[in-house]
């Protein structure tokens, strides 16, 4: 079966700016996750998605950060304003009703100059 | 709060020689633990879990046992392989129905020929 699917693979931008990342789970699995993996760190939960409701929210920095899930399938995460410390991977995760195994896409690489 | 914490790489060996990387954990509950693996550019793959204590996992001739009473989940291989040069994260979930992953932050592991 085909993995979670991330776009763009990285991305360059300069601070202030906008950016926005896709992610597409596997299929049939209701819960999505976003992460955000900086460099020599572990990933930190941003987002965590229940269907097209939020379930866990709490360490995305709202001022500038926001994410969608409106059919409950793929996935928008955006970053407006950037700011130089948003530089990171973010990964996107997939997990089935009732499994707690993530599956994990291979993360979009940003870079704020 | 939840917390996982690994020793600090890199952790440099040749090939064929044994491999540990510890892992101990702090929970408020029963977590399941996981090893995840993430090779140069990639996203993040399942390793091997345990869910309770005294389980044993393995995959790939790697093994980690989930022991309560030391709080510790350090994984372990025989021999190692030039391929096997990747990050390892330790995780932990808790079994409360949405099951949030909380990293370690990594340890690398770099084999020579």
């Known amino acids: 079966e085909a993995g979670v699917a991330q776009s763009p693979r990285y991305k360059i931008i300069e601070k202030r700016q906008s950016v926005a990342f896709w992610c597409n789970p596997i299929s049939g699995h209701a819960t999505l996750y976003w992460y955000q993996q900086i460099l020599g760190q572990g990933p930190k939960l941003l987002i965590q998605f229940q269907n097209n409701g939020v379930v866990d929210d709490s360490q995305l920095p709202k001022d500038r950060f926001s994410a969608e899930r409106l059919k409950g399938v793929d996935s928008t995460l955006k970053i407006q304003p950037a700011k130089l410390e948003d530089s990171a991977v973010y990964l996107c995760a997939s997990s089935a009703p009732y499994q707690e195994t993530q599956y994990f896409g291979p993360g979009t690489r940003l870079l704020v100059l | 709060g939840n917390s996982v914490t690994q020793m600090e790489g890199p952790v440099t060996l040749s090939e064929e020689a044994f491999l540990t990387i510890n892992c101990t954990y702090t929970?408020?509950?029963?977590?399941?633990l996981f090893w995840y693996v993430q090779y140069p550019g990639e996203g993040l793959q399942l390793l091997l879990k345990a869910t309770k204590a005294d389980d044993k996992g393995s995959n790939k001739g790697f093994e980690a046992t989930y022991r309560k009473e030391t709080t510790s989940f350090h994984l372990e291989k025989g021999s190692v392989q030039v391929s096997d040069s990747a990050v390892y994260f330790c995780?932990?979930?808790?079994?409360?129905?949405?099951?949030?992953?909380?990293f370690g932050k990594g340890t690398m592991l770099l084999v020579s020929p």
């Open positions: 929970a408020t509950g029963y977590p399941s």
């Open positions: 995780a932990l979930t808790l079994n409360s129905g949405y099951s949030t992953l909380t």
